[in-house]
């Protein structure tokens, strides 16, 4: 029992190095990018994501499939942790229960919201374009709420301002946000914090608001009612705030003059995929050369545990 806690204590002390490198790495990277070439682009939205989760995501399975078990088949039996080691440990308890109060409070403060803007009267005109379910006039115009069974909330004034074809395509914009799962991703990003990562999720969220958009229109005449849809409702929209995990039509994250600009100047976008197939091959035969050596990488594992780790 003691030597397995030890293990926790390392494994967690590892984590919280490695966590705080990589994150370091990326808000460094980011910042280089981000001053010399990046433009908002609705092709970037998964690879900005990627980029922001990456500290966390890899930080994690290093410790999970490496680091424990390189401790548990090779370290010594006998306790020779210091106090850096206990220092570190609590560090990576701190940055997991700030992110999970993170995620916490932002989920109480969204639910809030959604309660108070939640009606027990269903919409006609979104009830055609489901899942959607009507809100009362002080909510957003539309607004996606949810996690595991996202709808969109339609409030009144939206269906009083907008045409028919302009709710619908406001819809399919608010659809296109569930399909890419991105209130998920705003939840795992409050549950990941690191200084200086600010820039980073709003470039994000620029690129998630362009892909919406995307999703929603195939042709030049959708294009321009969703922009006009985007003009009658923004000013208007400036009056509410946007839940930390929900995703509303007309939201502060993205200029709305970018938009309309994509969107007058509509052009097809050309298909996005998740990962370009490359990417998956490579990750596929590291994945595989890691596991044909996973000895060798246990015992790699262990001397990078023991130099980076009192």
């Given at each position: ?143 996606l709420v949810g996690i595991r069974r996202p709808k969109v909330m339609v409030s009144d004034i939206a269906v009083t301002v907008l045409s028919d074809d302009e709710l619908e395509l ?92 994509r969107l007058i100047e509509w052009r097809v976008a050309g298909r996005r995929h998740l990962m370009s197939p490359w990417i998956i091959l490579a990750l596929l035969t590291m994945i ?10 246990l015992s790699i594992s262990h001397r990078l545990t023991e130099f980076l780790v009192p």
């Amino acid at each position: 029992m003691t030597f397995a806690a030890r293990g926790v204590l390392v494994s967690l002390a590892f984590f919280a190095v490695v966590y705080s490198l990589v994150s370091a790495l990326v808000v460094l990277t980011w910042s280089g990018v981000h001053r010399v070439c990046w433009k908002p682009s609705s092709s970037s939205a998964n690879l900005l994501f990627g980029l922001r989760i990456l500290p966390f995501a890899f930080s994690v399975c290093v410790t999970v499939f490496f680091t424990f078990p390189s401790f548990w088949l090779l370290e010594r039996r006998s306790l020779d942790e210091d106090t850096g080691t206990f220092v570190l440990g609590l560090c990576s308890l701190l940055i997991l229960g700030t992110g999970f109060f993170r995620m916490l409070w932002a989920q109480t403060r969204t639910n809030r919201a959604v309660t108070r803007w939640r009606s027990s009267v269903s919409s006609g005109v979104a009830s055609r374009i489901a899942p959607t379910t009507r809100a009362s006039d002080g909510a957003p115009p539309l607004i996606l709420v949810g996690i595991r069974r996202p709808k969109v909330m339609v409030s009144d004034i939206a269906v009083t301002v907008l045409s028919d074809d302009e709710l619908e395509l406001a819809v399919r914009h608010e659809l296109g946000h569930m399909r890419s799962w991105d209130n998920l991703k705003k939840v795992l990003i409050s549950a990941t914090p690191f200084p200086g990562m600010r820039s980073l999720e709003h470039a994000w969220r620029q690129a998630a608001e362009l892909a919406a958009d995307d999703s929603a229109v195939t042709n030049r005449r959708e294009a321009l009612a969703l922009a006009a849809a985007l003009i009658k409702l923004s000013r208007a929209s400036e009056r509410w705030a946007e839940p930390a995990l929900a995703t509303g039509l007309v939201s502060g994250s993205t200029s709305i003059s970018v938009r309309l600009e994509r969107l007058i100047e509509w052009r097809v976008a050309g298909r996005r995929h998740l990962m370009s197939p490359w990417i998956i091959l490579a990750l596929l035969t590291m994945i595989l050369g890691i596991v044909g050596n996973y000895s060798a990488a246990l015992s790699i594992s262990h001397r990078l545990t023991e130099f980076l780790v009192p």
